[in-house]
């Protein structure tokens, strides 16, 4: 395997050797990555379109992470739509594109692989109920960046835990890496776009929308000087609940630390995974977001 061209526009590349000999040429200037694991929409050509508008290398990875699934979990069944997202990646100018077997990811096998953890972010929210999540996330971004080399990497804030780790990491690892959260592409109803959304019904995706709804709701009452933290996250899971959601968490919490909020906290968010059907959503809301909502 190695790199082989996709029309004219896009470089398909499968190996690390030669995606790093594509990457270190006099003409590469500032190298943007976006990571993805595939089955591309509006929200990830959102992350391309920033990483194009900032680098002079735009590089797209498209690899769905074994070491992010727990047991049980949909690995097996996650949409792979590669020719699909080549075209689009081919229409926005993306000039390289990475997608690797999951062998080359890691040629020991995963259970004897290093893995990075960042333990204050990876075992809350999310990360308490899919133990492990975040190490597979963390893992494979480092050898991304390694590999890759970006001046810059670009992650959308609908999954603000996984941006938060990833800052982490790069902070404490000394990577010099910027990481550029990119806001959340939303469907005319307020649900964001995921590649999971695609395992929801019709009735679903309209049910779907109380949950950006809830957390807005949620989110003024904080803005609003509502203090009792606890009875916001418990009113918000019961109206999820109520309209069909099987709650996971709703959390009030400190934006970069993700812990509770208290009465000294200047930047909240507010944060939920709620599962409906088939479909594990997630969202959050920025306080200062809805300020003038």
């Known amino acids: 395997m190695g790199a082989r061209q996709l029309r004219a526009a896009v470089e398909l590349v499968e190996a690390i050797a030669p995606l790093r000999a594509r990457l270190r040429g ?5 190298i943007g990555l976006v990571p993805t694991m595939g089955n591309l929409h509006e929200g990830h050509i959102a992350l391309v379109r920033t990483c194009r508008a900032a680098a002079d290398t735009c590089v797209v ?14 690995f097996e069944r996650y949409p792979r739509t590669l020719d699909a997202d080549l075209r689009l990646l081919e229409v926005e100018g993306v000039d390289v ?26 075992r809350v929210l999310c990360g308490a109920s899919r133990p492990g999540h975040f190490d597979g996330v963390a893992t494979v971004v480092a050898k991304l960046f390694n590999v890759v080399a970006p001046r810059q990497a670009f992650f959308g804030e609908k999954d603000w835990q996984q941006l938060a780790v990833i800052r982490a990491m790069v902070r404490q690892l000394d990577m010099p890496v910027e990481v550029v959260g990119v806001p959340t592409v939303r469907a005319p109803s307020g649900l964001a776009l995921s590649s999971r959304n695609g395992y929801l019904t019709a009735g679903e995706r309209a049910q779907a929308a ?10 003024r009452a904080v803005r609003g000087g509502e203090r009792d933290h606890r009875r916001i996250e418990r009113d918000a899971a019961d109206a999820l609940s109520a309209g069909g959601f099987e709650v996971e968490y709703v959390g009030v919490r400190d934006a970069a630390r993700l812990v509770e909020a208290d009465a000294n906290t200047v930047n909240l968010r507010v944060l939920a995974a709620a599962r409906l059907g088939r479909a594990r959503l997630i969202d959050n809301v920025g306080v200062e977001d809805e300020a003038d909502v």
């Open 97 to 122: 594109v990475f997608a690797p077997p999951v062998g080359e990811m890691y040629p020991d096998g995963r259970r004897d692989h290093t893995t990075i953890t960042v333990p204050a972010l990876a």
């Open 210 to 219: 109380l949950l950006n709804i809830t957390l807005r709701k949620a989110a």
């Open 61 to 74: 990875s498209v690899f769905v992470n074994p070491a992010q699934f727990a047991p049980g979990e949909d």
């Open 26 to 30: 006099a003409d590469i200037g500032r």
